[in-house]
């Protein structure tokens, strides 16, 4: 068998309207024939980082622009 992994970053719209922006990270655990033997994983709160990532962009392209 194998493993295989991927993370996903996607936002999460909590009740009361705020955004949190999550990354998603799995690990696929795959027998010799392709079948699943387990999957493990963990969701990150990575909303701190994607607000100063875009920070530093806009303030990039207003100071190209």
């Known amino acids: 068998g194998h493993a295989t992994?991927?993370?996903e970053e996607y936002?999460?719209?909590?009740?009361d309207g705020s955004v949190r922006w999550v990354v998603d990270g799995r690990l696929l655990i795959l027998g010799?024939?392709?079948?699943?033997l387990r999957v493990s994983?963990?969701?990150r709160?990575?909303?701190a980082h994607r607000i100063d990532r875009d920070s530093r962009c806009k303030a990039?392209?207003?100071?190209s622009g």
């Open 60 to 63: 990039h392209t207003n100071a």
């Open 45 to 47: 709160d990575v909303t």
């Open 32 to 36: 010799g024939g392709g079948e699943r």
């Open 11 to 15: 936002r999460v719209i909590q009740p």
């Open 41 to 43: 994983g963990t969701v």
């Open 5 to 7: 992994g991927y993370d």
